[in-house]
Nanobody, 119 residues
Framework: QVQLVESGGGLVQAGDSLRLSCAASGRTFSDYVLGWFRQAPGKEREFVARISYSGRSTDYAHSVKGRFTISRDNAKNTLYLQMNSLKPEDTAVYYC????????????WGQGTQVTVSS
């Protein structure tokens, strides 16, 4: 069992930056691939970014590539999402997720943190 707790969300203006964190507990952190997803009002949850076990490999949704950076600190059991040049369309609840093999169907989810970007 893995417990995930996100933090760092808030209300910002377009062009601002935010860094989300996701603290994990319960199992060996480095045994899991990790990712960030988001869900905007009235829309389905969508993939944002993923990172490999070691952190050497990352992948991003086209809509955030070049603006967002995913990273992890296995010593601190923490996942991060640095979000720069935020846009109103980035407004959503952001969730971190973990799985032993693929982030396409994560086994574990956090409770989410709200990010609101005003224009």
């Amino acid at each position: 069992q893995v417990q995930l707790v996100e933090s760092g969300g808030g209300l910002v203006q377009a062009g601002d930056s935010l860094r989300l964190s996701c603290a994990a507990s319960g199992r060996t952190f480095s045994d899991y691939v990790l990712g960030w997803f988001r869900q905007a009002p009235g829309k389905e949850r969508e993939f944002v970014a993923r990172i490999s076990y070691s952190g050497r490999s990352t992948d991003y949704a086209h809509s955030v590539k070049g603006r967002f950076t995913i990273s992890r600190d296995n010593a601190k059991n923490t996942l991060y999402l640095q979000m720069n040049s935020l846009k109103p369309e980035d407004t959503a609840v952001y969730y971190c997720a973990a799985d032993r093999s693929t982030i396409a169907t994560p086994q574990y989810w956090g409770q989410g943190t709200q990010v609101t970007v005003s224009s």
